[in-house]
C-alpha cells in the first residue's frame, strides 16, 4: 500500500480551503475549449489516487456539461476542482497545494486541441478529445483516467 501524504491548500483569497489525502498522487493537463476558457489556459488537475478530499468556504458549483461540473471561490473565483458526475471523483486545481503535492504529469487529456504553445514534455499518455470524452462517460472507476 502507498504513503499517504495529507496536504493542505487555498483558493486566492484565502476563503475556501481543501485538503487532500494523497495516495500516488499524479497530475493531469487538459486542453479542452472549457478548461482553456475557465483557467485562460490549459488546466491542470492533482488526482488524489483515490484518497480523500474536504473542501470549506463560499465554494460554488457550476455545470459545465451532462458528465461534468467545475466549483470556484464565490469571493476570488479561483478555480477549486472538476469534477464528474456519474462518481464524484474530484480532480483539484494543481495551483491550490504548494508543489502539487509533488506529483508528476500523468496524462494530458484533448491533446488534438492543445494549442501548438503549450505543448508540454516527457513521457506521460496523450489523448484526443474522442479518447478522453470516452474515458469520462465510460463506467470505468476514476483510478483509470490517470
Not at 492533482?46 to 478530499?53: A, E, K, S
Not at 471561490?73 to 497545494?97: N, P
Not at 506521460?124 to 472507476?141: V, Y
Amino acid at each position: 500500500m502507498a504513503d499517504l501524504k495529507t496536504v493542505e491548500g487555498r483558493c486566492l483569497c484565502g476563503a475556501v480551503k481543501v485538503t487532500a489525502t494523497l495516495k500516488d498522487p499524479t497530475l493531469i493537463a487538459c486542453h479542452c475549449e472549457m478548461c482553456r476558457r475557465s483557467t485562460g489556459s490549459m488546466a491542470i488537475s492533482l488526482v488524489t489516487g483515490g484518497g480523500d478530499t474536504t473542501a470549506e468556504g463560499p465554494i460554488r458549483t457550476f455545470r459545465s456539461s451532462d458528465w461534468a461540473e467545475r466549483a470556484f471561490c464565490q469571493i476570488c473565483g479561483s478555480r477549486l476542482w472538476y469534477s464528474t458526475v456519474h462518481d464524484g471523483a474530484r480532480y483539484l486545481a494543481a495551483g491550490l497545494f504548494e508543489d502539487t503535492g509533488h506529483a508528476a504529469l500523468s496524462a494530458e487529456y484533448f491533446v488534438d486541441q492543445c494549442p501548438d504553445a503549450y505543448a508540454l514534455q516527457g513521457d506521460h499518455k496523450r489523448l484526443t478529445g474522442q479518447e478522453t470524452i470516452a474515458l469520462f462517460t465510460d463506467d470505468s472507476p476514476a483510478g483509470d483516467m490517470q
